[in-house]
C-alpha cells in the first residue's frame, strides 16, 4: 500500500512570511511528484512538479526533493491571503501513471 | 483553465439510483483517471483509461465502471448508489508515455449528493 503522508495543519502565516509545506511517502521506487492546491469548493490545480533531488523554484513557490529521506516539500515564500487553500501532495512510481495523493495541509495566510 | 470539462457540474440522486458522469479530456492528451474526493480528503483513485482500456483500478467496487470514447472523452458510471458515494467527482487528463508520469490536469469537478 503505497501511502502518501501530510499534516492536515491548518498552517497559520501571517502575510509576507514564508510557508512550509511537508509531505513524506512510502513507496522507495517513487519518481514524479506533484504540489496541487485547491481552493475550497475547486479542483486541484497544478503548482509545481519535480524528479530530481535538490530544488525546483518558479516564481513565489520552491519544491524540494530528498528522495533518500522519501520527503518532498513546498515553500511559499512572501504569503498572500490569497495562497489560503488546501495543498496537496501527489507522488507517482515508476512504472505507474497513477499517482497517489495525501490528504493535504490546510493553508491560513492571516494579513 | 486546464481544458478539462465535466458535466454535470452537481447532481442530487437518490439511494439505489444510477449516476452517468462526464469528462472531456485536454486536448493532445489520451489518458483519464477517476477520483473521488470526500469532503476533508484527498482524491482517492478510481480508476485510469488510456486509449479506450481501463489501466489500473483503486479500490472500488465493480459498481464503478466507466469508459472512454476514441476522442478520449470519458464516463463513470455509478450504480446503486449509496449515501457514502457523496462526494467531488473529479476527472483528469494526462497524456501518457512509456517509461514516464505525465502531469495530470484536472477539470472542475462533478459534485454528487446522494440522499
Known amino acids: 500500500q503505497k501511502e502518501v503522508e501530510q499534516n492536515s495543519g491548518p498552517l497559520s502565516v501571517p502575510e509576507g512570511a514564508i510557508a512550509s509545506l511537508n509531505c513524506t511517502y512510502s513507496?522507495?521506487?517513487?519518481?514524479?511528484f506533484f504540489w496541487y492546491r485547491q481552493y475550497s469548493g475547486k479542483s486541484p490545480e497544478l503548482i509545481m512538479s519535480i524528479y530530481s533531488n535538490g530544488d525546483k523554484e518558479d516564481g513565489r513557490f520552491t519544491a524540494q526533493l530528498n528522495k533518500a529521506s522519501q520527503y518532498v516539500s513546498l515553500l511559499i515564500r512572501d504569503s498572500q491571503p490569497s495562497d489560503s487553500a488546501t495543498y496537496l501532495c501527489a507522488v507517482g512510481s515508476g512504472g505507474s501513471y497513477i499517482p497517489t495523493f495525501g490528504r493535504g495541509t490546510s493553508l491560513i495566510v492571516h494579513p | 483553465e486546464t481544458g478539462v470539462t465535466q458535466s454535470p457540474t452537481h447532481l442530487i440522486k437518490t439511494r439505489g439510483q444510477q449516476v452517468t458522469l462526464r469528462c472531456s479530456s485536454q486536448?493532445?492528451?489520451?489518458?483519464v483517471s477517476w477520483y473521488q474526493q470526500a469532503l476533508g480528503q484527498g482524491p482517492q483513485f478510481i480508476f485510469q483509461y488510456y486509449r479506450e482500456e481501463e489501466n489500473g483500478r483503486g479500490n472500488f467496487p465493480p459498481r464503478f465502471s466507466g469508459l472512454q470514447f476514441p476522442n478520449y472523452s470519458s464516463e463513470l458510471n455509478v450504480n446503486a448508489l449509496e449515501l457514502d458515494d457523496s462526494a467531488l467527482y473529479l476527472c483528469?487528463?494526462?497524456?501518457?508515455?512509456?517509461?514516464?508520469?505525465?502531469?495530470?490536469?484536472f477539470g472542475p469537478g462533478t459534485r454528487l449528493l446522494v440522499l
Open positions: 513507496d522507495r521506487v517513487s519518481q514524479s
Open positions: 483528469a487528463s494526462s497524456r501518457a508515455v512509456t517509461g514516464a508520469q505525465e502531469t495530470q490536469y
Open positions: 486536448s493532445g492528451h489520451n489518458t
